[in-house]
Structures are given as C-alpha cells and as structure tokens.
C-alpha cells in the first residue's frame, strides 16, 4: 500500500482525476467527539496498513487539535508519522494532498514523498479575493489598505503564496479595474476556486484569462478558510500543476540525502518526518555510516538499499 496521505478535515479532501489515486485519510472526521485515544487509534491503523503516514495540517488549526496530534504521536512512540505544519490556505493545502496522493503512487520513499510537501507548495498560487482586511494578520497589510477595507464595496485581491502580493479591486464585477493583477505563475497550472459570502465573478473572469490557465474547476469551500482568511466574504482561489508527469520530474531533480538522524531519504534541508536539518556537507560523510548502523528496535527490517538497513521505534 501506498504511504498514507492524511489531512485534518473532510472538506480538505479534492477529488481525484482518475481511479488510480488513493484517497486521501481523514483523521477528524465531522460531528465527531474527539480525544487523543480517538487519534492515537486513526493513526494506528494507517501504520498498520500503509506502514508511513504523512499528515497536512493549515497553520490556522487549533492548538488543542494540534496537540492532540503530536500527543498521539508521541505514545505511539513512532517515527513512521510526519506531521506537517504548512502556511498555505486551506483550498492550497487541499491541492498539496491531491498532489501528494497522486505522487503516493510513484517509486518515491516515504522521506522523499514528506520533504516534497515543501518542494510542492512553492509552485502553488493561492489566494483570495477578499471583502475585506481589517483582520487580516497571514499576509501583510499596509495602513492604507486597512482604511480602505472599511469602504463600502471595497474588495481586495490577495496572494498568500508562493510570496505574498496585495491589491485593491475597485468593485466586484468583471468590467472592474484595479491598478493591477496579482502576479502570477511562470508556468502551467489549473485554477481552483471556492466561493464563499463574496458575489464576484473577478477571479474567473479577469485572474484566470491574466494567468494563462489551461482549466478552471470548483469545489466547496473549507470551514478552516473563514479562520485563515478572518472574513467570510471571500472566493478563495489556487493555481497549481496539474500533471502528474510534470510534478514527478519536479521532484526527481532534486538531489536526494539521507537523514544523519533517523536514515531516510529526503530532498530539501530538512526531513519531513523527524524533523532534523540536514548537515552541513562537511559533516554528512561521518554522520551516514552511524546512521546506517543504528539498532532495529521491534524487529521491523526497512531494506532502504543493497546493504542499508534503518531503525524503526514501534509500532
């Protein structure tokens, strides 16, 4: 079975293009009374049938669902379970866990598929067209956009990532005309949208034609974006690759490393799943063979390469 793909909430679930990509595990499924048992067992049974478990959550959720994820984590006692804490909206997150999920099914390793969430959600545009910013404190907000936001009709089009952009649009209608578009991707994508509280047609009908997109599609908003975004009168939006050819080169061109601390593959400077930095490169060349030779704990064998082995504590 392919490494687990988990998110925080159903409506963070997009659905797949096609039959083949596995869908995605939800561990707070709605109207449900929730503890740290309740998701030390949903997390037990991933381990049990998928063996890793990499879980996005938006940096907007509660502290107490935080910590009942780490907590449940920690009396696992596992090193299997990558808890990802990412800054994109809640509709660019649900990209990113399609993405991982079609990705899931490629010949990359767990290591590799938790460090590229990070690689991944630098190639994705999402933002919102928004009513208003007074509120607003996960993109930067100057004073004179504060004392616009209290205009009646004032509307503001706004980018979180991949680098946080800011402009006024003089109305919500499609002959509208702001002093300029956000600035978009260099590169092919899809746009999704999702409509909240807001009536405006400015995403599909003047951001999508600016951006070059090859589609536009929708789906329903998540209940996290009113918390992101602090209004609910908004369309949030995000552009992102859609082939799964292209995402796999993306993440095949970049170098992979080992871990020093827990063995596995990664890309980037940190792994997903320990979370421990990758060294410098004076000190990798020592650090691999301890790695390499560390103990098995529980009698679980992860054959990583022809003569390499790793540890795993549990379960």
């Known amino acids: 079975m ?4 988990a998110v925080t909430s159903a409506d963070l679930v997009l659905p797949p293009p096609d039959r083949q990509t596995p869908p995605a595990a939800v561990l707070q499924p709605p109207g449900r009374e929730h503890t740290v048992e309740h998701t030390l067992a949903e997390l037990q049974t991933l381990l049990d049938l ?21 907590s449940a984590r920690a009396l696992l006692e596992s090193d299997r379970i990558a808890l990802l804490r990412l800054d994109l909206p809640p509709l660019g997150l649900a990209t ?20 590229a969430a ?51 649009v003089s109305g919500g209608n499609a002959a509208a005309q ?19 509280q807001l009536n405006s047609d400015w995403v599909t009908a003047r951001l999508a034609p600016a951006w070059k997109v090859q589609g536009v599609a929708e ?19 995000a552009a ?12 095949s061109s970049v170098k992979r490393e080992d871990c020093h601390w827990c063995g596995l593959d990664l890309i980037g400077d940190r792994c997903g799943f320990c979370t421990a930095p990758l060294l410098p490169r004076e ?24 003569g390499r082995t790793r540890r795993a504590i549990g379960p």
């Open 283 to 306: 000190q990798r060349g020592r650090t691999h063979s301890a790695a390499e030779g560390r103990e098995l704990a529980a009698g679980d064998t992860r054959v990583l390469a022809p």
């Open 240 to 251: 992102a690759i859609p082939d799964i050819t292209l995402l796999y080169q993306l993440v």
């Open 50 to 70: 998928h063996g890793y478990v990499i879980v996005l959550y938006p940096a907007s959720l509660p502290d107490r669902t935080v910590h009942r994820l780490y």
């Open 2 to 5: 392919p490494t687990a793909i």
């Open 178 to 196: 702001g002093p300029s578009l956000l600035q978009g991707p260099g590169f092919g994508t899809q746009l999704l949208i999702a409509r909240g």
């Open 118 to 168: 990070r690689l991944l959600s630098h190639y994705i545009y999402a933002g919102a067209l928004l009513g208003s910013v007074a509120k607003l404190d996960r993109v930067p907000v100057s004073l004179t956009s504060h004392a616009k936001s209290w205009v009646p009709g004032s509307q503001f089009a706004v980018l979180a990532t991949p680098a946080p952009q800011l402009v006024k």
């Open 96 to 115: 990113l866990a399609l993405q991982l999920r079609q990705l899931a099914l490629c010949d990359f390793s767990p290591g590799v598929l938790a460090s």
């Open 219 to 237: 789906a329903p908003l998540p209940a996290e974006s009113g918390r992101w975004w602090a209004t609910g009168k908004l369309v949030e939006f």
